[in-house]
């Protein structure tokens, strides 16, 4: 479950933007993780949640959106829409499908608090 090191690599993140931009609290979290990046979201906000105790994060609401993913058809040279890796396209059949989007895991924002 490599979900616990990410929400560990998000809590540093968090941790070390208010180390740096003196706040001492984090009321929202707004996450994104793609599609195709391969986190289970699930997993990973049980991961968040039981890392935040004594932390910014306590008491956070956590939003994780996710975007769908995208591709190009090597193929017929069209963007599709990629709901998990290994689809054919829609258009020619083909499964010569390169990601272009919904691979991320990112910060989109915080609401902070200061000291």
Not at 1 to 9: T, W
Not at 61 to 84: A, F, L, Y
């Amino acid at each position: 479950m490599h979900e616990v090191s990410l929400a560990g690599g998000i809590l540093k993140i968090v941790e070390d933007a208010a180390r740096r931009e003196r706040f001492s609290r984090i009321s929202l979290l707004r996450l994104e993780a793609g599609a195709l990046s391969g986190v289970e979201v699930r997993a990973l906000r049980f991961a968040l949640e039981a890392m935040t105790p004594d932390t910014c994060l306590q008491h956070a609401r956590i939003e994780i959106d996710t975007p769908p993913g995208q591709g190009w058809c090597m193929r017929c040279s069209v963007t599709v829409e990629m709901p998990e890796h290994g689809i054919a396209c829609p258009h020619c059949g083909a499964y010569q499908i390169q990601a272009t989007g919904g691979t991320e895991l990112k910060v989109i924002d915080m609401v902070v608090e200061d000291d």
